[in-house]
Structure formats: C-alpha cells, structure tokens
C-alpha cells in the first residue's frame, strides 16, 4: 500500500507566495509522473503541473511563470511553489503519483488534498 500525504496549504494575500509538498510513503520502488491538480466546489478537477520521472515539466497555461513544479527522488516528495498568487488561485490542491511498489503492483494514487486560499 502507497499513500501521497500533502502539506502546506494556507491563506496568503495576493502577490505573495506559498510552496506545497507531497510526499510517497509505504513501499516503493519507484515513481513516473507526479502532478498537482486543483478543484474548486462544483468545478471539475484542473491539472495544474505535471513532472515526468525524467524532469519534464508541463504547466497550465494560468500558472505558467508563476508556480514551479520540482521534485526529490530521494525523499519521494513533489513540490509546487506559487508565486504571485491570485484570488482566483483559491483551491484545494491534490498531489497525484504513479507509482511502483515493492511487489510489482502499480498505483494511481490521489493526497487528501490542502487548502490554498488567496485573498486579503
């Protein structure tokens, strides 16, 4: 069994800055694409950044020059660093991993998820 546990969200004033991290735990032997969603009460889940295993990075064309997806093998953790946030940023953001387990079983594995809130 794998999870994805996530941290970091808050209230922040726009302009400013926050950086998310998700971390894989349980047991692993490795892990693809990572990639941050976002959702919005009655909204469809959004793909945010993506991050292949090889550190091909994509971004959604609303966060593109402000957030930057990153991540440390070693510590099998994903992070996402907003900045200039804006209002319209607020979100609950979800950390997704594909991910390879010690047995041979493949994961698609979601976080609970952390709140993001941007306003004054």
């Known amino acids: 069994q794998v999870q994805l546990v996530e941290s970091g969200g808050d209230l922040v004033q726009p302009g400013g800055s926050l950086r998310l991290s998700c971390t894989a735990t349980?047991?692993?032997?490795?892990?693809?694409?990572m990639d941050w969603f976002r959702q919005a009460p009655g909204k469809q889940r959004e793909l945010v950044a993506t991050?292949?295993?090889?550190?091909?990075?994509e971004y959604a064309d609303s966060v593109k020059g402000r957030f930057t997806i990153s991540r440390n093998n070693s510590k099998n953790t994903v992070y996402l660093l907003m900045n200039s946030l804006k209002p319209e940023d607020t979100d609950v953001y979800y950390c997704n991993g594909k991910i390879y387990s010690l047995d041979g079983k493949f994961y698609n594995v979601w976080g609970q998820g952390t709140q993001v809130t941007v306003s004054s």
């Open positions: 991050i292949t295993g090889t550190g091909y990075t």
């Open positions: 349980g047991s692993i032997f490795s892990i693809d694409a």
